[in-house]
């Protein structure tokens, strides 16, 4: 784990200001090369996936409301960026904690971090170690699994789908995209943090946990042998793990000959399927999990 930012260099020339608003300390920042704001800087989707989140053990959470539900489910922020018009907000959900806040102005939170910070506040946050397998469907009865969903945005509304129609568990393959990454959380509106979820470390494994916890493998694919969805669901298993594919392949074929069933949702009008996250909300609701 990475030294506080409190640590991290002398402060700038141009910092002044610093002061106490509520139950918060507030570090005003005017210069975007402070090192203290490191965590922040550079924000582009590349420099996030490749650099920041796997070298650093962090994750970066934006906005109040995606702050508010990371804190809320115990993860510790390491840091917060702050423009003025979001300082009353934070202080209401860090101010309990020994968290540096750091303030800055817009232009030099768009310098530091590539981009505009219309939402005005972001945090840089510790990410917690993962369950496993068998803890996190330890008591579920429909559980999703998203493998090689490669699109951070899918991957976000899948899990917001999830957790709107009461999915109580995401399995996420080793090759898939990375619910904790920026882009992600936003889309998600900070449900990742609601849903218990896990990585898979291989299928072999993770379907052995599935049999031994009694869960029919639902694979949702397009295949001669399918059944529909509405057929499945008139003889639902009592637990079920719904599996989606990858936006463009589809399942691999390792997941369809681990699956119990192969389920098709019926579509018309010449269009075969459904953009994933789509499908997962679908497939979700007729599943019962509402």
């Known amino acids: 784990m990475q030294s506080s930012p409190r640590s991290a260099g002398p402060r700038s020339v141009g910092d002044a200001g610093d002061g106490r608003l509520g ?29 920041k989140d796997p070298a650093g053990g962090l994750y970066i959470a934006e906005s109040t409301k995606v702050i508010a539900r990371a804190v809320a489910a115990g993860h510790r922020p390491r ?67 998203l493998e090689n969903v490669g699109d951070h945005t899918n991957v976000g509304a899948a899990f917001r789908a999830a957790a709107g ?18 882009r992600s959380v936003r889309v998600s509106m900070g449900t990742v943090f609601q849903v218990p979820w896990t990585r898979i470390l291989d299928w072999e494994s993770a379907v052995s946990d599935l049999h031994a916890a009694h869960f029919d493998i639902a694979a949702l694919a397009l295949s001669d042998e399918a059944v529909t969805l509405d057929a499945y669901v008139a003889n639902r ?5 719904v599996v989606m594919g990858s936006e463009g392949d589809g399942l691999s074929r390792t997941a369809l000959e681990n699956a119990d069933t192969v389920v098709t949702i019926p579509m018309s009008g010449g269009v075969d399927s459904l953009n994933v996250a789509s499908a997962a909300a679908v497939a979700l609701w007729a599943l019962g999990a509402r």
């Open 23 to 51: 139950r918060v300390e507030l570090l005003r920042v005017t210069n975007p090369d402070d090192r203290r704001l490191d965590d922040y800087r550079a924000l582009t989707d590349t420099a996030l996936r490749t650099v």
């Open 79 to 145: 840091s917060v960026l702050v423009q003025e018009r979001r300082i009353e907000d934070i202080d209401a959900i860090v101010g309990d904690l020994d968290v540096p806040v750091y303030v800055v102005p817009d232009e030099v939170a768009e310098a530091v971090t590539g981009f505009a910070v219309h939402r005005g506040t972001i945090a840089s946050m510790h990410r917690p170690e993962l369950p496993s397998v068998r803890e996190v469907i330890d008591g579920a009865t429909l559980v999703m699994i």
């Open 165 to 182: 129609l009461g999915a109580d568990a995401v399995l996420v393959s080793p090759g898939g995209a990375d619910p904790l990454y920026r």
């Open 237 to 241: 298993p009592e637990r079920v793990a």
